[in-house]
């Protein structure tokens, strides 16, 4: 089946630091990519909806200044979480659609932790 | 806003018992999927349920859709330690691929 490769799989950074996680798709053009947040014990909940070409579309309550989401090819997205606090440690996973959007392929997820 | 309603949210079982674990969800989709979650890890598909009155089962997993009830059932047979793991369910509100989680069956089989 398709494969979306996430890196990296965990980092820990300082306070005030910027972290990059990066999708691929490894085998098939992901023109949407979703990116999800999942705090200990918690379901995941959708932070935003790369698109590539245009900007990404975020939900409501999350702010699009301090995490970055670029989507600059057909099998890339990125996520940049900006200044990072303590509070931003989480589980980050990103998604693509399949083919009629009746699948969804999940990265293999990035444990940040802020320090 | 579709919400997605899982139960129980934790489940401890005996090896070889069955249960089940359901999901509603307040608005109309036609897809549902079911995932797996070990801990520290990313999803791993289960299921995917495209219409009323799916069923589909894998090893000691079976997944049922009901679209009229907004609900779908995984039930467990015979469970064994290898089951454990959180559970999640997810909905597709719209045909632009996105889900929205449940909040997750922590199960645990005991022998």
């Given at each position: 089946g398709a494969v979306v490769s996430q890196h990296p799989s965990r980092v820990i950074c300082k306070s005030g630091t910027s972290v990059k996680i990066e999708c691929r798709s490894l085998d098939f053009q992901a023109t949407t990519m979703f990116?999800?947040?999942?705090?200990?014990?918690?379901?995941?909940m959708l932070m935003a909806t790369s698109n590539e070409g245009s900007k990404a579309t975020y939900e409501q309550g999350v702010?699009?200044?301090?995490?970055?989401?670029?989507h600059a090819s057909l099998t890339l997205s990125t996520l940049t979480v900006t200044s990072a606090h303590p509070e931003d440690s989480s589980f980050y996973i990103c998604s693509a659609p399949g083919l009629l959007n009746t699948e969804a392929f999940f990265g293999q997820g990035t444990r940040l932790t802020v320090v | 806003e579709l919400k997605v309603e899982q139960n129980p949210l934790f489940l401890s079982m005996q090896e070889g018992k069955n249960y089940t674990i359901y999901c509603n969800y307040s608005t109309t989709s036609d897809r549902l999927y079911w995932y797996r979650q070990d801990p520290g890890k990313s999803l791993e598909s289960l299921f995917v349920l495209l219409s009323n009155g799916a069923v589909k089962q894998e090893g000691?997993?079976?997944a049922s859709l009901?679209?009229?009830?907004?609900?779908?059932t995984l039930h467990i047979t015979a469970a064994v330690h290898d089951l454990s793991a959180t559970y999640f369910c997810a909905v597709a509100p719209n045909q632009g691929g996105k889900l929205i989680f449940g909040q997750g069956t922590e199960l645990s089989v005991k022998p």
């Open positions: 990116w999800y947040r999942q705090f200990p014990k918690q379901s995941l702010e699009k200044d301090k995490f970055l989401i670029n | 000691r997993l079976m009901d679209t009229k009830a907004r609900l779908s």
